[in-house]
């Protein structure tokens, strides 16, 4: 059973960063695609980011283009999001994801990390 496990959430001043981290505890986090979700207090959960089990392909919600950065460790079993420019609109709980090939869904999920951006 995989697990993932996110951290780096906190509190921080808009126009601050954060870098959340996702470490994936299986085997097969190299052929996995990972991504970031958000979900705010009366909100839809809203797709952040995603990136391919090689790293070469990477794609982002319109909301954080720009100012969010997807990346991964493959020898760390890891994935990040690094967040520059925050908003108090990016305020949410993170959560980290996994799709394994060959699965076209997000088949496990994170318990999610609190990101609280202060105006």
């Known amino acids: 059973q995989v697990q993932l496990v996110e951290s780096g959430g906190g509190l921080v001043q808009a126009g601050g960063s954060l870098r959340l981290s996702c470490a994936h505890s299986?085997?097969?986090?190299?052929?996995?695609?990972m991504g970031w979700f958000r979900q705010a207090p009366d909100k839809e959960r809203e797709f952040v980011a995603q990136?391919?089990?090689?790293?070469?392909?990477?794609s982002y919600g319109d909301s954080v283009k720009g100012r969010f950065t997807i990346s991964r460790d493959n020898a760390k079993n890891t994935v990040y999001l690094q967040m520059n420019s925050l908003k108090p609109e990016d305020t949410a709980v993170y959560y980290c994801?996994?799709?394994?090939?060959?699965?076209?869904?997000?088949?496990?999920w994170g318990q999610g990390t609190q990101v609280t951006v202060s105006s």
């Open positions: 990136i391919s089990w090689s790293g070469g392909s990477t």
């Open positions: 299986g085997r097969t986090f190299s052929s996995t695609t």
């Open positions: 994801a996994g799709s394994p090939y060959p699965s076209s869904t997000y088949d496990y």
